[in-house]
């Protein structure tokens, strides 16, 4: 099929919920992805901030094959190895106690939810906890996600939401403060915001919401799912900070494209949180996931994964910088490690994707108006001065 039929055959049977691109891709090797005609793509945009290694990584392809071949699916009825390899190994990177794997980031958002609600119900057995989350913050497209997800355009249709959540201001630590009263039983934040348009957490307001949280016995939620995973240059953002959560959410780049998400906690919220009987999951955390959960953390140690971002994140600010300094409809930068947001001004960001697109280039938006650029981690600068070149062009 040429890119128009796939396009339409597409179009006729998938319910339109997305707006797509109009490119049909049919095959990835590392930086790039190549359409039905065979033209070459350079991706800035890694299937929004998963493809941590690139398209097709041989050994990554090699385990996940083998896998399939021998075990995929036993449900969480039964131990399985491939179990004890991922949660082992994902434990000790995010420094947490205990996994629960999911399929994917929203329900990673669902279970982190309902541990935080279980954790204050077994200390007063109230039914009136409430949680604190953030104006233009997302955390995924569910029911429980979509209440914690501040953005009135996303939550408006499909009200009455869950319950009991108070928005409060990203990096303004005493609108926080006046949300805070005897039943909130969480604060959850993205560590840097990502779909809200690039924004990291500044260290006062993340260290001032771990105060708050231990002064008040309030479990802190990080949603980590984008900026996770070496992003930043740490394995996970928070690390940066040196502030750690009581609850962690990750998907997006641990399962490399096999879908796969899961909620870590610390000792004091498994302990006194979910038990046997109050949460469940069909796949998650099967065979095949968890293979690839453990393969990728496998790659990232032996390639080096994080330290190459912490090594190369200077030099693509530094180009970005310089870009942003060069061409009018650049007006900032912001960002941590390999998640950038270019700001623009002048132009509607929608017009830079499709020129860039005509380029050979994928970079998405977040917000109203930045590009959002969220490559592979093992973009160099090669891939980094090419990107400049064609925004440039662009
Ligand atoms: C993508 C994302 C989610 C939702 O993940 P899905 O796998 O799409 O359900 C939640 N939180 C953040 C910060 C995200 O970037």
């Known amino acids: 099929m040429n890119t128009e039929q796939i396009k339409q055959t597409v179009e006729e049977h998938v319910l339109h919920t997305y707006n797509r691109f109009p490119v049909a891709f049919v095959r990835g090797e590392g930086m790039y992805l190549y359409d039905a005609e065979g033209k070459q793509y350079l991706d800035f945009a890694a299937g929004i901030a998963v493809h941590a290694l690139g398209h097709a990584h041989p050994v990554f392809t090699e385990a996940v094959k083998k896998q399939v071949g021998t075990l995929i699916h036993t449900s969480n009825l039964y131990y399985h190895d491939q179990l004890a390899a991922a949660s082992e190994k994902l434990a000790k990177a995010a420094e947490m106690d205990k996994v629960f794997f999911t399929n994917s980031g929203t329900e990673a958002i669902e279970g982190a939810i309902k541990a935080a609600r279980k954790y204050a119900w077994l200390k007063d057995k109230k039914n009136d906890h409430e949680i604190i989350a953030m104006h233009n913050s997302f955390h995924g497209r569910s029911m429980g996600a979509l209440s914690v997800t501040g953005n009135d355009h996303y939550q408006e249709p499909f009200r009455p939401l869950i ?232």
Request: glycine share 12%.
């Open 163 to 394: 319950g009991g959540i108070r928005f409060a201001d990203f990096n303004d630590l005493e609108s926080v403060k006046a949300q805070v009263n005897d039943r909130t039983c969480a604060i959850i934040i993205e560590t840097v915001q990502g779909e809200g348009g690039i924004y990291p957490a500044d260290p006062d307001f993340l260290k001032g919401l771990r105060q708050i949280c231990d002064e008040k016995d309030i479990l802190l939620i990080l949603d980590e799912i984008q900026c996770g995973m070496g992003r930043t240059g740490y394995m996970f953002a928070c690390q940066k900070y040196g502030v750690k959560p009581d609850i962690m959410t990750v998907a997006k780049a641990i399962g490399c494209g096999i879908p796969v998400g899961a909620f870590l906690l610390n000792k004091k919220t498994a302990e006194n949180s979910l038990v046997p009987g109050d949460h469940g999951t069909t796949y998650g955390g099967n065979p095949l996931a968890c293979c690839a959960v453990s393969t990728v953390l496998d790659i990232f140690e032996k390639e080096k994964i994080v330290e190459h971002v912490a090594e190369t994140a200077p030099y693509l600010e530094k180009k970005l910088d310089e870009l942003a300094g060069d061409v009018s409809w650049i007006s900032g930068r912001r960002g941590a490690g390999f998640m950038q947001g270019l700001v623009v001004t002048g132009r509607p960001v929608g017009e830079v994707i499709n020129a860039a697109l005509e380029k050979g280039l994928l970079v998405i938006s977040a917000g109203s108006d930045v590009l959002r650029l969220v490559p592979p981690l093992i973009a160099d600068r090669p891939e980094i001065d090419k990107l400049c070149e064609i925004l440039r062009a662009v």
